[in-house]
């Protein structure tokens, strides 16, 4: 069984920067995909960027620009670099691997709190 732990979040200023990590008990180059999803109180949770086994990465569009996912298969992690942090992105950022078709893996969640 996979497992995955997050670290990186905390208490950042509106328009700071914070590094999600997300590392694997596994190798990563065999799954499908990896990603990293976020829910706030009150809402559902949503897909923020993912990221293929070819490396085909996907950000949803309030994060375009100040977002970037990536990779690293040495070191079964997976990273999530955010920029200019706003408020409204504060939530609970979770780590979701696709394992394969109908096998999905969630990490435990790491708090990310931007303050205005």
């Known amino acids: 069984q996979v497992q995955l732990v997050e670290s990186g979040g905390g208490l950042v200023q509106a328009g700071g920067s914070l590094r999600l990590s997300c590392v694997a008990s596994?190798?990563?180059?065999?799954?499908?995909?990896m990603g990293w999803y976020r829910q706030a109180p009150g809402k559902q949770r949503e897909l923020v960027a993912s990221i293929t086994g070819g490396g085909i990465t996907n950000h949803v569009d309030s994060v375009k620009g100040r977002f970037t996912i990536s990779r690293d298969n040495a070191k079964n992690t997976v990273y999530l670099q955010m920029n200019s942090l706003k408020p409204e992105d504060t939530a609970v950022y979770y780590c979701?691997?696709?394992?394969?078709?109908?096998?999905?893996?969630w990490g435990q969640g790491t708090q990310v709190t931007v303050s205005s």
């Open positions: 979701h691997v696709l394992v394969t078709l109908g096998v999905n893996i």
């Open positions: 596994g190798s990563i180059f065999r799954f499908i995909a």
